[in-house]
């Protein structure tokens, strides 16, 4: 079992940059993989990114080379760099934890893109 606590969400000119934080309970090292995922106001939540535990990276299209996922194994901490931000971005971002037989999600953080 794993709680997972994100931060880092905020207003921000489109352009512009945000980091987002995803705070785990317990150690990752293990976890089979940590992802970002995104749900954007009467849509489907939908795929960003994730890292597993070898470090191997996957990107949604939408996202390749604009966002960065990373984990830091000492601190339990996996981030998602947003860069080039647009207003299609603006949703609320969840972290996921996918374990062996479960998945664990957090309780989102906001991100909204102006204009």
């Known amino acids: 079992q794993v709680q997972l606590v994100e931060s880092g969400g905020a207003l921000v000119q489109a352009g512009g940059s945000l980091r987002l934080s995803c705070a785990a309970s317990?150690?990752?090292?293990?976890?089979?993989?940590m992802g970002w995922y995104r749900q954007a106001p009467g849509k489907q939540r939908a795929f960003v990114a994730t890292?597993?535990?070898?470090?191997?990276?996957n990107y949604a299209d939408s996202v390749k080379g604009r966002f960065t996922i990373s984990r830091d194994d000492a601190t339990n901490t996996v981030y998602l760099q947003m860069s080039s931000l647009k207003p299609e971005d603006t949703a609320v971002y969840y972290c996921?934890?996918?374990?062996?037989?479960?998945?664990?999600w957090g309780q989102g953080t906001q991100v909204t893109v102006s204009s």
């Open positions: 996921r934890a996918s374990l062996t037989t479960k998945l664990y």
């Open positions: 317990r150690s990752i090292r293990s976890i089979n993989s």
């Open positions: 890292i597993t535990s070898g470090g191997n990276t």
